[in-house]
């Protein structure tokens, strides 16, 4: 019996090892070493790289238990779905998603493209960057993977298939908990800044026509198996350069609300919208870096739009879409699940135990009260709003509302 014929987690040294004698990827003469440079919630993520060659690649393993809390038991199934996904939307959006190499079902890894010369979104957002090509790129990686992936298109026999293979129970828990019930009330999970915990109770946790909303949301998370969605698209799981932008991490895929994609891509705009509001230093740059994410928000939603329908035209198989009108129909309702996944996402990341730098990174209290304020804010009128909001002016517009109020 070798030593990963059985599941363990690796530290830094195994992977090198995993990488030299399981992997028929590096010459013999190697000379591998490795970091372990994982900063999400959930896996351990390893760059080996040859010394000799500068040839590098990614590992990305599940562990049994959640990083961010040794609570949450997360099933190491996950990495099937992320490798099963990665190859599927490698193939629906070229260029725009990193190569897969290898997935190995016992010790619940996968080995990818290394892709070092980009760098995280959100980190690059914070340091109040710009991406010119980001809109292009996103709506064109959403309509290929969300029309695809949907009834429009797709073989209903074997799109039911797909949703057998892609049934996702533990990150789907995390989703329908960590999303849509626990920032709803005081749970005890919850992570609230002091400051914020008062305004929360009255303007969210006592509406109950909010609540009723955010039920009906879950049920529709949770039963609307309508495209194969990444699942997490938030600024995290994107990595970007001037001209490149490179979609990782859909660990929490499955078939579900195809607005859920598009509404956290916008949630986490505004995120970075609201911490160059808030934050002090280099005016300059923060105030072009506002200008450029509004204007990213409206344009993520029009290209997204217009690709769509175009997409439809050209791809769609089922009689009864092909129908006048069904287009413009199916096309309004995501956005409006967009719209919704905006605001759950602006509340979720402020009350919820997932934060994001974006806001919990401010230092000053006072501007992060002001922020966590302004998100709070905005996630309601996204929600409540939801049946108005149908192009990109429509989303620019809730967000200057709040700025100005
Ligand atoms: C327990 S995992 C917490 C969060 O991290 C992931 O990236 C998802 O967004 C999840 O909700
Ligand atoms: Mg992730």
């Known amino acids: 019996m070798g030593k990963y014929s059985e599941y ?11 990488a030299a004698t399981q992997l028929d990827m ?26 000799h060659s500068g040839q590098s690649i990614i590992i990305k393993q599940a562990g049994p238990v959640a990083r961010i809390s040794a609570d949450i038991f997360v099933s190491t199934d996950r990495n099937r779905i992320e490798s099963q996904i990665l190859k599927l939307q490698y193939e629906l ?90 920032p709803f009330y005081d749970c005890p999970r919850n992570d609230i800044f002091e400051p914020t915990r008062e305004f929360a109770k009255a303007f969210l946790w006592e509406d109950e026509a909010l609540l009723l909303e955010t039920a009906k949301l879950k049920f529709e998370f949770m039963n609307h198996a309508q495209s194969l969605l990444h699942g997490d698209l938030h600024s995290g799981s994107i990595f970007v350069t001037e001209d490149s932008t490179k979609i990782i991490d859909p660990e929490f895929a499955f078939f579900g609300p195809a607005g859920y994609d598009v509404g956290n891509v916008i949630a986490h705009l505004i995120f970075a919208y609201v911490n160059a509001e808030c934050v002090m230093e280099d005016a300059p740059a923060r105030e072009a870096q506002k200008a450029w994410l509004l204007s990213s928000v409206r344009e993520v939603i029009d290209l997204f739009r217009e690709k769509f329908l175009s997409a439809f035209r050209e791809h769609a198989t089922d009689r009864s879409a092909k129908i006048p009108g069904f287009d413009l129909y199916f096309l309004d309702q995501i956005i409006q699940d967009a719209s919704a996944v905006v605001g759950l996402e602006l509340v979720r990341r402020i009350l919820g135990l997932a934060h994001v730098k974006d806001i919990a990174g401010i230092e000053d209290d006072m501007a992060r009260a002001r922020a966590e304020k302004l998100c709070l804010q905005m996630g309601k009128a996204f929600i409540m709003d939801r049946s108005g909001m149908k192009d990109g002016e429509d989303f620019v517009r809730a967000v200057e509302e709040h700025m100005n109020g």
């Open 26 to 51: 590096f010459s013999e003469g190697a000379s591998l070493s490795c970091k372990e440079i994982g900063d999400g919630n959930l896996n351990y993520v390893f760059r080996v790289v040859d010394a």
């Open 93 to 182: 959006a070229p260029g725009l998603v990193p190569q897969f190499y290898h997935y190995d079902p016992v010790m619940n890894c996968c080995v990818m493209e290394d892709l070092s010369d980009h760098v995280i979104m959100r980190k690059a957002l914070l340091e109040h960057r710009q991406f010119p090509l980001f809109s292009d790129h996103i709506s064109t990686f959403m309509v290929n993977t969300l029309l695809l992936t949907s009834d429009v298109v797709m073989d209903h026999k074997a799109k039911k298939d797909l949703v057998k293979s892609f049934i996702n129970p533990d990150l789907c828990e995390i989703s329908e908990d960590l999303v849509y019930t626990e």
């Open 8 to 18: 363990f987690t690796m530290n830094e040294s195994d992977a090198a090892d995993y």
